[in-house]
């Protein structure tokens, strides 16, 4: 059974940094691409970050330059680094993956993707 959890969510001034991390049971990352997405209030689901089985990373526009996603494969778990941190990256943020995609590919469409973690809240304050 797979199984992504969450954690290092929480309250930020903005300017701030949080990381974030997800960890993986029942699937090995190091296998397969891995991804963050994250939804505001009334919005869809949004793609943030990915990284590749090669360690390629890719970033949506607009946290380009600000956070870093990163893997740890002694760990089994993917972080999210998130530095000058503004009010409009309040949001739940979520980690996924799905074993279709086990190169450097990954799905910018959150209906496109099989396992979920369950979320974690990250609230910055302005």
């Known amino acids: 059974q797979v199984q992504l959890v969450e954690s290092g969510g929480g309250l930020v001034q903005a300017g701030g940094s949080l990381r974030l991390s997800c960890a993986a049971s029942g699937l090995t990352f190091s296998h397969y691409a891995v991804g963050w997405f994250r939804q505001a209030p009334g919005k869809e689901r949004e793609f943030v970050a990915t990284?590749?089985?090669?360690?390629?990373?890719d970033y949506s526009d607009s946290v380009k330059d600000r956070f870093t996603i990163s893997r740890d494969n002694a760990k089994n778990t993917v972080y999210l680094q998130m530095n000058s941190l503004k009010s409009e990256d309040t949001a739940v943020y979520y980690c996924?993956?799905?074993?279709?995609?086990?190169?450097?590919?990954?799905?910018?469409?959150?209906?496109?993707?099989?396992?979920w973690g369950q979320g974690t809240q990250v609230t910055v304050s302005s």
């Open positions: 996924a993956t799905d074993p279709r995609y086990y190169s450097d590919y990954f799905a910018r469409r959150a209906d496109e993707l099989a396992y």
């Open positions: 990284i590749g089985r090669s360690g390629y990373t």
